[in-house]
């Protein structure tokens, strides 16, 4: 029987009306049958603090338990002042700690970036990528999502109204799927 992987998704947005997720949404509806896409919420998650470690909050330790429940990680993220927003980094953070306890430690990951400017949020994209190599989640280097012009891809109900983008996001998710099955050890 073929596995399905559970792969947790995280938006580096906690706007209500937020292009990223919509386009979460969108990875979402066009993944394959191989694998389950949910959405883990970040904007409820207080600050992370060292001093927390002994004693962490409870919004914390939920958070780690269901990445480290997960198979996989998708994140999807707007881009803040040419980084990555403090809400995706505070996230990532948590995940990390206590030393030598990080929920990232090997799980495949893949990023999307989405903005309104030509170039897509890339530099959140690799500055997510840089705190990825020293997570050690093997990342998918291709193909690349940086999905500029992306005010403009959606109708009034949020759904994707381009069909070169659908393109893109299903082969993309397709490829991440793969990608999951080769980086999962058994
Ligand atoms: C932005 N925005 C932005 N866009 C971009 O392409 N590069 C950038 O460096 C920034 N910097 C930035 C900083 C801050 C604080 C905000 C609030 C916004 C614009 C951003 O792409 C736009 O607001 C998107 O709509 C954010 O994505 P969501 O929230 O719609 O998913």
Redo the contacts with the bound molecule.
């Keep these: 029987m073929v596995k399905i992987h559970d792969v947790a998704v995280i ?3 906690l ?1 209500k ?5 919509k386009v979460a949404n969108s990875l979402i509806d066009l993944a394959p049958s191989s694998v389950k896409l949910s959405v883990i919420e970040i904007g409820q998650l207080p600050l992370y603090n060292q001093d927390g470690d002994s004693n962490p909050p409870a919004a914390w330790t939920s958070f780690r338990e269901r990445v480290k429940a997960a198979d996989a990680v998708l994140f999807v993220t ?6 990555v ?1 403090a809400a995706m980094k505070n996230a990532l953070d948590i995940g990390s700690r206590p030393y030598g306890h990080s929920v990232w430690n090997s799980k495949p990951g893949a990023v999307v970036s ?4 030509a ?3 890339f ?2 994209n690799h500055h997510l990528r840089q705190s990825l190599v020293f997570l050690n989640v093997p990342t998918m280097q291709q193909p690349e999502a940086y999905i500029g012009g ?2 403009k891809l959606f109708d009034q109900d949020g759904k994707l109204a381009n069909a070169v983008t659908r393109d893109f996001l299903q082969k993309f998710m397709q490829a991440f799927a793969s990608w999951i099955v080769v980086n999962t050890k058994s």
């Design positions: 938006i580096g947005s706007r009306d937020s292009i990223n997720r707007p881009e803040h002042n040419r980084s927003p989405a903005s309104p400017s170039i897509g949020g530099g959140a992306a005010d």
